[in-house]
């Protein structure tokens, strides 16, 4: 498999790969720079996490599906 499977612009899963990435990126960054209680730093961690293994599903998708016509690097 190689890595320059995973950029395939022209298909959703590539962009909602990317939308969970900034996701949880963000929920990290929340958990980081307020304050919160007990309950909303474990559902912001639920969260994170959730979205850190949908990507990793997408991902996976990515590298085993051939990719589009058209969407290769050079595109």
């Not at 929920?27 to 949908?54: D, K």
Request: some cysteine; charged content about 10%; overall charge positive.
């Amino acid at each position: 498999m190689q890595i320059k499977r995973l950029w395939q612009p022209r298909r959703g899963l590539f962009w909602m790969m990317l939308m969970f990435n900034v996701l949880s990126s963000v929920c990290t960054y929340v958990m980081r720079a307020h304050p919160l209680n007990t309950v909303g730093m474990l559902l912001l961690a639920f969260i994170a996490l959730l979205n850190v293994g949908f990507g990793l599903v997408a991902a996976w998708a990515l590298m085993r599906d051939p990719p589009t016509e058209g969407a290769g690097p050079g595109d």
